[in-house]
């Protein structure tokens, strides 16, 4: 059965995938990566390809889902399917960027803590009962990874490169899933990448924003799995 590789997004590890390993881990072999050790794209998909099983299923998941589509690019052959997870495949625009430099400058101040609290978790999960516990995990992941993992994955993704390209030349089984409510990475460039793709299932996950893999483990966990399957 193929291996699944595993890629956490921005700030998270191996704990944003916890309902999925716990449904999966008895079925097939699981390679979980960190994204912690590279400030660039490339450098994680090389990281990820040297350890990673000869030929893979690959899903990733917002910066997780960045790093998945540059080892699609970097070598087609080794990956079985890829699964694309509240991500993004265009380049980062200027705004973007100059929003990143006062949270970076913030974090190099000491106020890792209060960057996440205030500028970034509020825009990560859709209202629900879980929304705390879902948030107090993501502050976890993100102080344990600490300022430097931070610096470094934002100038990744200040530099990523485009995916669109990559994307179109894809011949693969191939899903692209989304929180209904994600504003970090909306409903329409998971559109945008299903329609990239020849052959891509895009499906919506309702009641969850960013994290539909904490917010609605069972819903995102069953797309993986007929993905999986297909």
């Not at 099983?53 to 690959?58: G, S, T």
């Not at 705004?95 to 509020?122: F, Y």
Request: glycine fraction near 6%; proline fraction near 8%; aromatic fraction near 2%.
């Amino acid at each position: 059965m193929t291996p699944l590789v595993l890629i956490p997004g921005m700030m998270c590890d191996a704990r944003l995938f916890t309902p999925q390993v716990a449904a999966l881990s008895g079925q097939r072999y699981l390679h979980l990566v960190s994204l912690a050790r590279h400030s660039s794209i490339e450098a994680m998909a090389q990281a990820i390809l040297e350890t990673a099983p000869p030929r893979f299923a690959l899903a990733g998941l917002s910066m997780g889902g960045i790093v998945a589509m540059e080892v699609l690019r970097l070598a087609p052959q080794r990956v079985d399917r890829i699964a694309l997870l509240d991500t993004n495949p265009l380049a980062e625009r200027e705004e973007i960027k100059q929003r990143r430099l006062p949270q970076m400058q913030a974090v190099r101040n000491g106020r890792l803590a209060e960057v996440m609290r205030d500028e970034m978790k509020p825009n990560y999960l859709a209202p629900g009962p879980q929304r705390k516990d879902v948030l107090d995990l993501c502050m976890a992941m993100a102080l344990g990874l600490g300022p430097h993992v931070f610096l470094s994955q934002s100038r990744a993704l200040m530099d990523r490169p485009e995916q669109t390209g990559t994307l179109a030349q894809a011949r693969l089984p191939a899903l692209v899933l989304c929180g209904r409510q994600d504003v970090l990475c909306p409903l329409e460039r998971h559109e945008l990448m299903a329609g990239l793709i020849p052959g891509a299932r895009l499906e919506v996950i309702e009641n969850a924003g960013h994290l539909p893999t904490l917010e609605q483990p069972e819903e995102t966990t069953a797309a993986l799995a007929r993905w999986l399957e297909a």
